[in-house]
C-alpha cells in the first residue's frame, strides 16, 4: 500500500501540514509512525482525511467531527457561527491578544479555505455593512490580525521550499481581500510572495516564479488584455481570479466557483 510523508499528503489534500498533526492531537487521524518519527499516511488515510473536510464544510465542530464518523446523527450547532460569535465578543471586547490567539488556533484546526470562506469573510461583510464607528474600529483590528497571521503563515511555508506564487493585484476593492486570497494559497500547500498594492501593469518578467496569479474587480483595459496574453504567448503558468466580468475566456478561473478544488488542481488541469 503506498504511503505519503506529511508535506505529501497536505499538498493532495488542499491543507497545511499543522492542521493534519491538530487532527491528530484530536484524535481524528492515526498515522503511521516509525522509530525516526516521521507521519506517514497511507490512502485509507487520505479517504479518511476527506470524510473529516466533508463534516468541516458542513459547519461540524472540530471537537464534535469524530462523533460524527462514528454515526452519531444528534443534531449540533453551526461551527462556523460559533467561531464567528466568539470572534465579535473578543472584537467588542477589545482584546487583541486573545483574538490572536483565536485566529491563531482556527488556522491550525481548520483549512485556510474554510477559515477565510466560512469565517473571515462573512464577519468582515458583516462588519463593513455599517457605518457605526464601533463596528468600523473593529473591523480595522480584525483586519490587522488577518494581516498579521497571514504574514506569519506565508514565512512559515516559504521555509519549506513548496511551489512558488506570486500573487498581486491589478485592480482591488477591499486591499485586504489581497490578505485572505494570500492565505488560502498558503493553506493549500504554495510558497507565496504578495504584493499587497495594486499594480495596473505588472512587469513579471522581474520575478522567478512557478506560479503567478493576478487579481483583479473589474474587466480589464485593451492594454492589460493584451499584457496577459503577452504572459500566455511567452508560456508564463499564469492565472486570473477576483471579481471579475469581461475577461479572456481562457483567462477566467473565479476561485468562488470551484469551492472544492484546490488551486494546484486548477494548475494542473489548466496545464501549468
Not at 485509507?44 to 469524530?66: A, E, F, K, Y
Amino acid at each position: 500500500m503506498a504511503t505519503y510523508d506529511i508535506d505529501t499528503t497536505a499538498q493532495l489534500c488542499g491543507i497545511h501540514p499543522i492542521t493534519l498533526r491538530t487532527w491528530q492531537r484530536h484524535g481524528l487521524l492515526k498515522p503511521h509512525r516509525p522509530p525516526q518519527g516521521q507521519r506517514f499516511y497511507s490512502d485509507d488515510d487520505l479517504s479518511r482525511i476527506h470524510v473529516i473536510l466533508d463534516w468541516v464544510n458542513r459547519g461540524v465542530p472540530l471537537t464534535q467531527i469524530r462523533s460524527r464518523i462514528q454515526g452519531d446523527t444528534a443534531a449540533c450547532p453551526n461551527g462556523w457561527r460559533e467561531i464567528q460569535a466568539e470572534i465579535l465578543t473578543l472584537l467588542d471586547a477589545c482584546d487583541a491578544n486573545k483574538l490572536r490567539r483565536l485566529v491563531w488556533r482556527c488556522g491550525r484546526e481548520y483549512p485556510s479555505a474554510n477559515l477565510v470562506n466560512d469565517v473571515l469573510r462573512p464577519l468582515r461583510r458583516f462588519l463593513a455593512s455599517s457605518k457605526h464607528p464601533l463596528m468600523k474600529q473593529q473591523l480595522g483590528l480584525l483586519d490587522t490580525t488577518i494581516i498579521e497571521y497571514t504574514a506569519f503563515i506565508l514565512t512559515t511555508s516559504r521555509k519549506k521550499g513548496l511551489a512558488s506564487v506570486l500573487l498581486l493585484a491589478m485592480h482591488i476593492r477591499d486591499p485586504l481581500e489581497i490578505w485572505l486570497e494570500a492565505m488560502s494559497l498558503a493553506g493549500e500547500g504554495l510558497g507565496v510572495e504578495v504584493i499587497s498594492a495594486p499594480v495596473a501593469e505588472p512587469d513579471l518578467s522581474r520575478f522567478k516564479m512557478e506560479h503567478y496569479v493576478i487579481w483583479s474587480d473589474k474587466p480589464l483595459s485593451e492594454r492589460q488584455q493584451a499584457l496577459f496574453q503577452g504572459w500566455e504567448a511567452k508560456g508564463l503558468p499564469v492565472m486570473l481570479v477576483g471579481n471579475v466580468t469581461q475577461l479572456p475566456a481562457a483567462a477566467v478561473k473565479p476561485r468562488q466557483t470551484m469551492p472544492d478544488s484546490t488551486l494546484i488542481e486548477k494548475l494542473i488541469y489548466n496545464g501549468v
